[in-house]
């Protein structure tokens, strides 16, 4: 109890001084009230699961701050925690067009329907996952006991829900690619060097999202696509995971 006070507290206390930003037309108070909020967002637990509204805080610091690309790192966490929610995709469209990217392509219908559980969050679908198992732990007793057509079917329709949301917890923990967003511009290199050329001579705009193919032993250089298809090889201190 005592830590949900703190964190209630500080939480509070940095959306304070990001009001005071706000309301302010100072510049030199506006700076000053935003990176108190950032200091303030950022020495509190981030959590990998859940959080959705102080990830979408702190990418609003960032955005009042101009830092683009952090902002658009922050809001990317903030949408996979709250996938349904319109004020975290909104923010990428307006944080994208600040950092010089062209909007970002809506999902596609196959996307739509055989992706369908990215459009709930990890936590949701660990508690429906949760819930359909319990429900069909219930229905196939009841099946067992009362052999009614009604709890065979509804224990059927359960037990393939129970199983669509364990494939989708498993297909994010093992199988989804890690994916993300580009703090720095930095040139895409053909292998795990500077002694290598660039794939193209203009480097890859920050803010981006990227996916990771490959992270080398060291763990110092990171093989990625970047939004337009290009594969090439970046430092890994120019880019910030989505978890």
């Not at 699961?49 to 809001?75: C, K, S």
């Not at 923010?91 to 459009?119: D, M, V, Y």
């Not at 093992?174 to 040139?187: A, C, D, F, N, Q």
Request: contains cysteine.
């Amino acid at each position: 109890m005592n830590l949900v006070f703190v964190f209630l507290a500080a939480f509070t206390l940095a959306t304070d001084a990001y009001e005071r930003g706000v309301e302010t037309s100072v510049p030199k108070e506006r700076e000053e009230a935003f990176n108190e909020a950032l200091n303030l967002y950022m020495q509190l637990p981030q959590p990998s699961r859940g959080g959705g509204a102080l990830y979408y805080n702190i990418g609003n610091t960032f955005y009042q701050l101009g830092e683009y690309p952090y902002a658009l790192l922050y809001y990317a966490k903030a949408s996979r925690r709250m996938p349904r929610e319109e004020l975290p995709a909104h923010n990428i469209g307006l944080a994208r067009e600040k950092a010089g990217l062209p909007p970002k392509e809506p999902p596609s219908i196959f996307q739509e329907i055989f992706f369908f559980h990215s459009f709930f969050s990890f936590s949701s679908r660990m508690q429906a996952f949760m819930l359909f198992s319990f429900l069909s732990f219930l229905l196939i007793s009841l099946s067992i006991w009362f052999p009614l057509r009604f709890f065979k079917m509804s224990a059927l329709c359960t037990g393939v829900l129970t199983t669509l949301f364990l494939l989708s917890l498993a297909y994010t923990h093992y199988v989804e690619p890690l994916e993300g967003v580009l703090v720095k511009s930095t040139p895409l290199y053909r292998d795990d060097s500077t002694a290598y050329a660039p794939v193209t001579p203009q480097p890859a705009t920050a803010g981006q999202e990227v996916r990771i193919l490959k992270v080398t032993k060291e763990g110092s250089w990171l093989q990625v696509e970047a939004e337009n298809g290009q594969v090439g090889y970046v430092k890994e201190d120019a880019l910030r995971l989505i978890d």
